[in-house]
């Protein structure tokens, strides 16, 4: 890890605040000027030229000040930002809003993702909570046409899944009725592996249904199960970074593609850092089209009971404080909302 002293962590954190603000390269004289340094600017351009050493700002072009690198960043976010709170008077504003929307989730997922994108300036995803282990409620069979049969699954917590299942030969709606009739009798409130065992015995077409039913069930664990509420991209590719229609592709692909997310969100979120914030700048050397982004993730709700997750997606130069206390905040209040929805 690099050690930096005092004054170069000081002239790092304006040079990255004041980037934030203007997008253009920041020179010395402007430093000194801008803050009322009581150092020189030929103090501070030598603190500059071994900080580029370092990796952590670097030089567009000859004579143009220093932008920070993606490394500038990081250090700055685990180095030198600390602890950041929004400001309490913000704070009882967006409570009042979650006040006012009740306990319906749907406007509580709607209100979280428009909250996220105004106060952090960037592109906010949120998912619903979900129960973190599926548990198997009801379900009907119907069906349709020849071989095709329409599935209705519900799961605890009220998750609804619908699917069309081509079995192996014709099968009457009264031999559908039964199969539905006798796993419903037998499988509430059972986890995968249980209805595994106890389907041991069945019919063909009963283990069938039972075996499309637990991979079902075991996709709704997925971390990223559910709808997707999302605002602000428009605000994110207006930013001149996003100018350019590569990386504008990939901001999209990013926001939009279901896989890439669900990867993303599996690979750095886990049940063990509910109500932690994950920062991820410019795609951490793992994901190419995160490369001109960054991310601020985090998970809410109750371990054991049912979690969801949230975060917002800009450019590298990312209001960080903002974004990540933003983050944090609406993550708190989601998590009150899976201890009332809980325990009311």
Not at 131 to 156: A, D, N, W
Not at 325 to 344: K, P, Q, Y
């Amino acid at each position: 890890m690099l050690e930096l002293n005092e004054r170069q962590k000081l002239i790092l954190a304006l040079v990255i605040r004041a980037h934030i603000e203007t997008t253009q390269p920041i020179g010395s004289v402007h430093l000194v000027e801008r803050y009322h340094l009581d150092f020189s600017s030929a103090t501070v351009r030598n603190e500059m030229v071994a900080m580029t050493e370092m990796g952590l700002l670097r030089q567009p072009h000859t004579s143009a000040g220093r932008v920070p690198t993606e490394e500038g960043y990081r250090y700055f976010v685990r180095q030198i930002m600390g602890h950041t709170e929004l400001p309490s008077t913000t704070k009882r504003m967006i409570a009042h809003q979650f006040y006012q929307a009740g306990h319906d989730v749907d406007r509580w997922m709607r209100l979280a993702a428009s909250v996220l994108a105004q106060h952090s300036q960037a592109a906010s995803l949120v998912t619903a909570p979900h129960p973190e282990q599926s548990r198997f409620k009801h379900l009907e069979l119907i069906s349709t046409l020849g071989r095709q049969v329409l599935m209705v699954l519900v799961l605890s917590g009220g998750d609804v899944r619908q699917q069309m299942l081509t079995l192996a030969e014709p099968v009457t709606q009264e031999q559908l009725s039964h199969a539905a009739q006798r796993i419903n009798d037998n499988c509430q409130e059972q986890d995968m592996d249980a209805m595994a065992r106890l389907s041991e015995s069945w019919s063909a077409l009963e283990k069938d249904v039972i075996k499309l039913i637990t991979e079902e069930m075991a996709h709704s664990q997925n971390i990223l199960a559910g709808e997707v509420y999302r605002d602000g991209l428009a605000q994110v590719l207006a930013e001149p970074e996003f100018a350019g229609m590569e990386t504008a592709r990939k901001a999209l692909r990013v926001f939009e593609e279901r896989s890439f997310l669900e990867d993303l969100l599996n690979r750095t979120l886990t049940t063990a850092n509910v109500g932690g914030v994950q920062v991820l700048i410019g795609g951490e050397g793992t994901w190419e089209e995160l490369r001109d982004c960054s991310m601020v993730l985090a998970r809410y709700g109750v371990p054991g009971l049912a979690t969801g997750t949230l975060g917002v997606l800009g450019p590298i130069r990312m209001a960080y404080g903002q974004s990540i206390s933003t983050v944090r905040f609406i993550a708190g209040l989601l998590s009150d909302l899976v201890v009332d929805l809980h325990t009311a």
